[in-house]
């Protein structure tokens, strides 16, 4: 309940609901960053490359507005929910099965453990009251560079992301910029 409270204050831009829940927002930040440590210690050293999803209906607009960013970046305004279970994305995605003018996306994110990242994520299925979902969260912020998007079928699309690292050049010269103006 907190967590669709948080995220649709933020989606919304609603600053009198962020500031009245900011205390949960910056808990739930941290929360996240001790939970990465862990999170990354207890990976099996064969699994540094995490394949993450991320079903959602979108309108087509937004779909030929990121195929027409691919190798730029993007980034959330929200707590962004993944799992690594394809299936539950893609049941999350509507399967092809949407409105007019909407499309099934999933998004197929790639994390590359070894690297340092802006944004905390970890997987939070303990944490969670949906336990078999097997539910990575990113903190709000993260950014990440568009793949290429695939058409898997009529209606469904595939779109690569990859989280962006500390190292990411494109990243610190828009970060410096947006410090210097």
Known sequence: FLYRL?????????????FKLRYFIHDLHNQLAQIQKEFLRLLPSNQIILQLYRGLRMQLHELHDLERNEGNLVSTDTFLSTTSDYEAALSFSGDGNVEDNYVSVIYEITVDTRLTHWIPFAKIDYHSIFKDEDE????MGAVFRVGQAKQLKDRLWMIELTLTSTKDEYWNVLTNHLHST
């Open 136 to 139: 990575v969260l990113f903190s």
């Open 6 to 18: 948080i995220n649709r204050s933020l989606r919304t831009e609603s600053i009198d609901h962020i």
